[in-house]
């Protein structure tokens, strides 16, 4: 890699403005879009080189925007509204800007880690899993978020999906009577007009063996306006008896949830559309289980449910982003106890090589004692044991981890069963 401090050194400093011009341009940005209009927001998008107008870049930003080897790099004015223009740390800016490690193509890196392209059939889709397809409609997104795991071919102009290539995904879904489900990703498929969404959506509803369509979409998070009136209502036209539609987000720290995007997810859901939440752990945004935690918190007030989180993927310039295996098991143990069921996303890992999702998590269940045949548990709650009898006439019981004989003695004397309950107030009371 160049040393990136001298290439900027290099570099006039007149290209880049002053603290209080930074703001000035920001507010004549944003006093020039119309806020509840979509199309404004996108005629209005900043890109590229023209970031250095509305953030004080540090050396590593200025290196990152200059060589990335990632894509295009862009955001709306509704998403730069949320970040901040003199914090580096500030977690929206870490999306939106790229720093100098995004500069890195390293050796344990891949395009593709997850092999879609050996795995599509046809072009633009990814057939992965028996029953489920993946159909990039588009490659086109408001905001280009810098830990996007299809940098390759996201915002590519030579990755275009006309109308014969989509007409040639419907034909592979029609021939494969196992597809029930459909995953319309890209890109951002509501980048795509309401005429288009809608006549996927008809070519879909269609195909009698597809039943469950689930749209992709961050313009929940980075264009919430899009989420017009209009649009719900082709939306819940479609969501009918043949077809249930789903719609899949990615709010990645509480900074997003913002009214507007309140006011989106409940038109989603007035038109019948549920929304999940599946987050990516990010180093320095929400890799810690505080964060997550208020994220999470904030997405049930918002009324979205948690799906998954994603340890990320091994892409092309991501070692700025990518945290341990050991922060995911971290985050969800933080979180259990805390918050809901229904606000605790699964931790999964997209298992590069294609093998698809596996789940994991902090290992609560210790193990089967044999001779009592009894399973032991810690509580996520109270870090307490607690037992439970394995079912008389059960044949399973080879199946089970046999728990080590020590750890049962240290154990079982002081363990919680169905007998003896953890009492409201504390023992030393
Ligand atoms: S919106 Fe989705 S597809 Fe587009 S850049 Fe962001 S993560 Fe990638």
Known sequence: MEDFPQAIASQTEANYFSPDRILRERET???????????????????????NRYFALTDSEKYGLENSVRLNVGTTPYYLSLSDPKDPNC???KMIVPQAEESVFSA???LDPLHEEDLSPVRGLTHMYPDRVLLFSNHECSVYCRHCMRGRKVSSSDERMDVGDLEACFEYIQSHSEISDVVISGGDPLNLSDSKIDWILENLERIPHVKICRIGTRNLVTLPMRITPQLC????????????????????????????????????????????????????????????????RRLLE???????????????????????LA??????????????????????????????????????????????????????????????????????????????SELWESIHKKAYSVSRGISLVSEED
């Not at 009324?303 to 341990?324: H, K, L, N, Q, W």
């Not at 290992?363 to 548990?377: C, I, P």
Request: proline share 5%; charged share 25%; with cysteine.
């Open 91 to 93: 977690p929206i800016r």
């Open 233 to 296: 209502e082709i939306l819940e036209a479609r969501n009918q008896e043949r077809l249930s539609i789903f719609c899949n987000t990615q709010f990645n720290h509480e900074k997003e949830c913002t009214d507007e995007a309140k006011l989106a997810i409940l038109r989603l859901l007035k038109s019948g559309v549920s929304v999940g939440n599946q987050c990516v752990i990010l180093k320095g945004i929400n890799d810690d289980g505080e964060s997550m935690l208020r994220l999470h």
């Open 302 to 324: 918002m009324r979205i449910r948690a799906y998954y989180m994603y340890d990320p993927e091994v892409i092309p310039g991501s070692r700025g982003f990518r945290t341990p």
């Open 108 to 110: 344990e890196e891949s």
């Open 29 to 51: 940005l944003f006093s020039r879009v119309d806020w509840s209009d979509y199309k404004s927001h996108l005629r209005n998008r900043v890109k590229s080189q023209d970031l």
């Open 327 to 404: 922060k995911g098991l971290e985050i969800i143990e933080y979180m259990r106890g805390k918050i809901g069921g229904m606000g605790i996303p699964q931790f999964v890992n997209d298992l590069p090589g294609g093998g698809g999702k596996v789940t994991l998590g902090p290992n609560w269940y210790l193990g089967f004692h044999r001779e009592t045949r009894t399973h032991v548990f810690k509580s996520a709650v109270h870090g307490t044991f607690h037992l439970s009898p394995e079912p008389i006439g059960s044949e399973y019981d080879s199946k089970y981890p046999e728990l080590n």
